[in-house]
């Protein structure tokens, strides 16, 4: 059984239609993500199955649960990590968690074991008693990540996991959802507009103007595309060129002091293209599709990398200066 | 409620998170405590000089009650108010996803509101020595009744307006278009029977002045009968208090449900 399911989920603010319609399962031990830019509904649809806003229309449930007349069996399955921060910077590492673990009804005893292990986890338990104000935003992630996880859920949520953070914390989030997917078989929904990211996902959904456009594992969607592109420098482009077409049948396109090839299987053809040709070549380079390349093929647009929420820093200042 | 042990220990661990807070910034503690000192002793100092003592009571200590009053309402509202900073800060998320009713985290956030207001109550009563107040064992239980329903009720009524707010802005508004106004206008500062008709009548409607008067009735019972002392039967000072907790109750609950 899918441990999340979604059919014909429709969410509207006023006449606005974040969602569209979306229609989606996740297995269990699946690292799923959803991939669009902002705005596409992506947070809108976590929040849905988080419980905390109620659907349209259409049907939606998480670890058999139904998001809307069983919210409470939903919460007792989850763990969240949203978006933006929601720790107490006001209390000790130790506290915010000791706080999450009473809410979810764990005894004393049971709760510090597994805020210890949670945050040896993480690799936080030497800050455990400083309070989280001081923290920087890497650490905040990660104490986030172990308060998701102390409830042992079924089913994780994470909603742009490691936007605004470092490549070495963003790298050390996604080793630690690797080891945990591995050791405790947890379902991970997440939302995502680093393709690099969505990469690591298991399968992926790409979202855009609250529909879902394409889905499958990052291999799929990119070998819908037309293939790798082989890019050959040689001293001799047009005898080059020849060669090719009349060796392999192919036809490359001259460019500038080489060709270029799109060929399915590049990894493939590169060698036997290197082995089978006489005309001296100077460079070879060999380009895969991107989840990019993905998007922009269906939807004409590249998904923006930063500048992604223009009001994110100045919510962060007064987040810091005012608490 | 599936769980009733789940819900109390989400009630409690809701309100020992405020009360944490509170005590470990010292300088809160200190900043609240100044507002009712500096009342009682610079104001109340300076009036005694002025305002002859009445059936026995002198100015300072005809204010104190409503000090303690003061005291509560802003505890309680500031305390209440927490619930905009929750959300301004997302912390509110992490609360409302949590697998616990609507109800126990109003609770929390009451009891939150009341334990925080009943410490700076005793506080205060540090000083009841010093203004010449005789205080039994009895009348400090029923201080400690009155001031816990005050401040219970009063929290709810911030729950109920602070789940209106939707940003922290809306909070001069508030201070001074509705804190201050039923603070000045609840018979703290001055006997509400000698107030202009029209600002009386608006004392009448206010629910701290019976808070207030249930607090003279216990402090200054020696005065009653003169404009020192308090005004209604210690009775009617209960039933409107024990009433407003009620609306307020209730109120604050379905508000904060439909806001969440």
């Known amino acids: 059984m899918s441990n999340i399911t979604v059919n014909s989920l429709v ?21 799923f993500g959803f991939l669009g ?19 349209t229309s259409g049907e939606a449930s998480v670890g058999g649960f139904d998001c809307v007349r069983d919210a409470d069996a939903v919460r007792r399955s989850i763990g969240i990590i949203f978006q933006d921060p929601t720790l107490d910077n006001g209390l000790t590492a130790f506290e915010n968690l000791l706080f999450h673990a009473y809410l979810y009804g764990l005894d004393r005893r049971t709760a510090r074991k597994r805020i210890d292990d949670a945050l040896s986890l993480v690799g936080l338990s030497g800050r455990k008693n400083e309070l989280v104000r001081k923290f920087s935003g890497g ?21 742009e996991p490691t936007i605004g953070l470092d490549p070495q914390t963003r790298n050390m989030i996604w080793e630690f959802i690797r080891e945990l997917k591995k050791n405790t078989g947890i379902t991970v929904f997440m939302t995502t507009h680093y ?3 969505a990469e690591f996902c298991d399968r992926i959904a790409i979202i ?43 036809e490359p396109k001259i460019t500038d002091g080489g060709i270029t090839l799109t060929v399915k299987q590049g990894d493939e053809i590169l060698p036997a293209l290197i082995k089978g040709l006489s005309t001296k070549i100077t460079a070879v380079s060999m380009t895969s599709p991107t989840l990019n390349d993905v998007f922009l093929s269906l939807t004409g647009k590249n998904i923006r990398e930063e500048g992604s929420d223009p009001y994110g820093p100045v919510r962060s200042y007064v987040r810091h200066g005012g608490h | 409620m599936a769980n009733l042990a789940h819900e109390i220990k989400a009630i409690y661990v809701i309100s020992y998170r405020e009360l944490k807070k509170f005590i470990r910034e010292r300088s809160r503690i200190m900043g609240t405590m100044a507002r009712p000192i500096l009342w009682l002793f610079v104001v109340g100092g300076g009036m005694s000089r002025l305002v002859r003592p009445v059936g026995g009571v002198s100015y300072t200590q005809f204010i104190f009650p409503g000090m303690i009053g003061m005291t509560i309402l802003f505890a309680s509202i500031f305390s209440a108010i927490s619930i905009v900073w929750d959300r301004e800060f997302g912390f509110l998320k992490e609360i409302l996803v949590a697998p616990i009713s609507r109800f126990s985290v109003v609770v929390g956030k009451a009891m939150a509101g009341t334990s925080i207001s009943m410490l700076q109550v005793l506080i205060l009563l540090i000083f ?27 929290t709810c009524f911030g729950i109920l307006v ?7 802005e809306g909070f001069n508004i508030i201070m001074n278009f509705l804190v201050m106004p039923m603070f000045f206008l609840s018979g703290a500062m001055y ?7 029209v600002l009386r009548e608006i004392t009448y409607a206010n629910p701290l002045t019976y808070g207030v008067d249930g607090l003279k009735n216990i402090l200054l019972a020696g005065a009653s009968g003169t404009p020192m002392g308090p005004e209604y039967p210690a009775l009617v000072d209960f039933a409107v208090v024990a009433g407003f907790l009620a609306v307020t109750a209730v109120l604050s609950n379905l508000s904060f449900r439909r806001a969440a």
């Open chain 1, 11 to 31: 969410r509207k603010f006023g006449a606005v239609t974040a969602v569209d319609g979306i229609s989606f399962s996740v297995e269990p031990g699946e690292v």
């Open chain 2, 191 to 197: 006997p509400v029977k000698l107030m202009p008709p």
């Open chain 1, 37 to 55: 830019p902002n705005g596409a509904g992506k947070s809108t649809t976590i929040s849905i199955l988080c419980t905390l806003l109620a659907p």
């Open chain 2, 128 to 154: 009841v020595p010093v203004l010449g107040i005789k205080l039994n064992v009895l009348q400090f239980l029923l201080l400690f009744v009155s001031s816990g329903m005050l401040a219970f009720s009063l």
């Open chain 1, 139 to 159: 650490m905040k992630r990660r104490l986030e990540i172990a308060r998701g996880i102390l409830n042992y859920p079924k089913v994780l949520f994470m909603d």
């Open chain 2, 162 to 168: 602070a789940s209106r707010m939707t940003s922290y």
């Open chain 1, 208 to 250: 855009d103007t609250g529909r879902i456009i394409a889905s499958g594992t990052p291999a799929e969607l990119k070998a819908g595309l037309q293939g790798d592109t082989l890019k050959l420098s040689a001293i001799d482009p047009n005898g080059l060129m020849m060669e090719i077409r009349e060796k392999f049948g192919m």
């Open chain 1, 195 to 197: 393709l690099e990211e």
